[in-house]
């Protein structure tokens, strides 16, 4: 058994390792030109954001693979070297709290800042941000821990009497108790016997519930909408592909209209600039300057389209080849997302809106997987909780094309600005708290007696003040009801073309 916890230890280093790696090998990739060689710090955010979204993640395995180690021990403490997983989660999402709400901050306010300003004017703005966001953020978080910071555990009062050790027993189903009296049965005890036992909730673990209702809102609106537009964004793309290769006349026409509209969107970014300048940075300004950015967010999208429609060079024909693989390619994607798709939505309907659940479903598929290979249950279960922080970034970018108040942040292959980075890395973080809580709820007989369980399943679910969102399934159904209103959006007008937008003109 010794053997085995070394081995985990051992597992999990390489493993956290391999992820630190693969966070640099994107960070290289999807980084613009304009941030090579230099915002080395935010850089370093994103890749440490990242990394420790990802171990979150991961740890979840790791704590079913944990208990594994100990499953033969009469308690957990009897086993050596096995994970300190309640302490290991603990610290965790503590640096996951730092980072969402004051790391990020300050590298966002500090990457963001006026370029004019010299560094020490950006950074001592960038902290004044910071701390007044720590001061709030302290404020509310000590006020509601000393007023709702207390968990109320429903339980039993049970007893029984004694009696001389009898050479035989004499259960029944009808007398199973010593003493004659039926109270020490929790099945036949009376209702009286039902008490609320409170006990106050560690600061950390309060700390972590808390983020995790800030997490389960977003999530539950980004995941919600992202888990059916990601697959059928992918679908119908495939579907709106351009069928053949226009005229050379045709690509100059819808050229000379992009070249208009980039004059028209380089004139207005001018004038939000001299507004900035001049210290006029009011509420208009920030509608304008997200107009701005979703019109050429747009505008890029168009251009990406046309080069694909007219290709150009000695490689042309190739190139028009390598554009219908990418769309076969989105097809196939499409088609497998929609399969975890769905599957993720029936899963939470059958398990967890259903009382008592009609099937164990996912639950018992990674069981399963597990006993034809030790990994493979893992495996399949962390790309079950991956797909959902993929569904809520794919939601925050289509709410942000269609809705004026949430600022655009898209992840591009090789132009990504590290303010969309730190503003995906942070959401990703906020976001790892409700998917590890509910993965943990949807694969809670996968999951069963493990360190995550304890914190996110009793704790957090007996919160006083919080417990009833979780009772009543609030934000399970929330999600399935954004999911299919996404999916009636996009079956009626997702197969439709984008028609091109006319004159842009900032609000006045």
């Not at 990739?29 to 304009?34: A, K, T």
């Not at 249950?377 to 909780?385: D, P, Q, R, Y």
């Amino acid at each position: 058994m010794g053997d085995f916890n070394l081995a985990l230890v051992i597992v999990a280093i390489v493993v956290c390792v391999l992820v630190f790696l693969f966070n640099v090998y994107l960070l290289i990739n999807f980084q613009h030109p304009d941030d090579v060689n230099q915002a080395y710090f935010p850089k370093f955010v994103v890749v440490l954001g990242l990394s420790i979204a990802a171990i979150s993640i991961l740890m979840l395995p790791a704590d079913v693979a944990n208990r594994q180690a100990c499953q033969h021990a009469i308690y957990n403490g009897a086993c050596n070297l096995t994970l300190p997983m309640k302490d290991l989660w603990l610290a965790i999402y503590i640096a996951d709290a730092i980072l969402v709400f004051f790391i990020i901050p300050f590298a966002m306010f500090y990457y963001e800042g006026d370029q004019d300003k010299s560094v020490g004017k950006r950074i001592k703005s960038a902290l004044m941000w910071m701390v007044t966001t720590a001061i709030v953020c302290g404020l509310v978080l000590g006020i509601l821990y000393g007023l709702l910071g207390k968990v109320d555990f429903t339980v039993r009062h049970l007893s029984s009497g004694t009696t001389s050790f009898p050479s035989t027993w004499d259960f029944s189903s009808s007398q199973p108790c010593i003493g004659g009296t039926h109270q020490c049965s929790a099945y036949s005890a009376s209702a009286s016997s039902e008490a609320t036992w409170t006990m106050r909730a560690t600061f950390p673990e309060y700390v972590v519930a808390l983020a995790t209702i800030v997490g389960s809102v977003l999530f539950t609106i980004f995941g919600g909408v992202g888990i059916a537009c990601l697959p059928l964004g992918l679908v119908f793309s495939f579907i709106r592909r351009p069928k053949a290769v226009i005229t050379r006349s045709q690509y100059i026409k819808e050229a000379t209209e992009l070249a208009k509209k980039a004059k028209e969107l380089k004139k207005a970014a001018d004038a939000l600039h001299q507004e900035e300048r001049s210290g006029s940075k009011g509420r208009k300004w920030r509608k304008n300057v997200k107009a701005v950015e979703k019109e050429l967010l747009l505008l890029e999208e168009d251009v990406n389209a046309l080069e694909e429609m007219y290709p150009q060079g000695e490689k042309a024909e190739t190139a028009w080849a390598m554009t219908i693989l990418g769309y076969l390619a989105k097809l196939v994607l499409g088609i497998l997302g929609l399969i975890v798709s769905v599957a993720w939505v029936a899963h939470i309907v059958i398990y967890l809106l259903i009382s008592p659940p009609l099937s164990p479903f996912l639950n018992e598929v990674f069981i399963k997987l597990d006993n034809v290979w030790g990994l493979l249950g893992t495996a399949a279960f962390a790309f079950f909780c991956f797909y959902l922080l993929l569904a809520v970034i794919a939601g925050a970018v289509m709410l942000g094309l269609r809705l004026v108040f949430i600022t655009i942040h898209p992840m591009k292959w090789g132009a990504t600005l590290m303010n969309s980075f730190l503003f995906n890395v942070g959401l990703i973080l906020l976001c790892s708290f409700s998917v590890i809580q509910f993965c943990a709820t949807a694969f809670a007989y996968y999951a069963q007696a493990t360190a995550a369980q304890e914190i996110f399943g009793h704790t957090l679910q007996s919160l006083r003040g919080i417990k009833y969102l979780y009772k009543y399934n609030v934000f399970q159904i929330a999600f399935i009801a954004l999911a299919g209103l996404t999916f009636v959006y996009y079956a009626a007008f997702g197969w439709r073309r984008k028609k091109p937008s006319g004159r842009f003109q900032l609000s006045t």
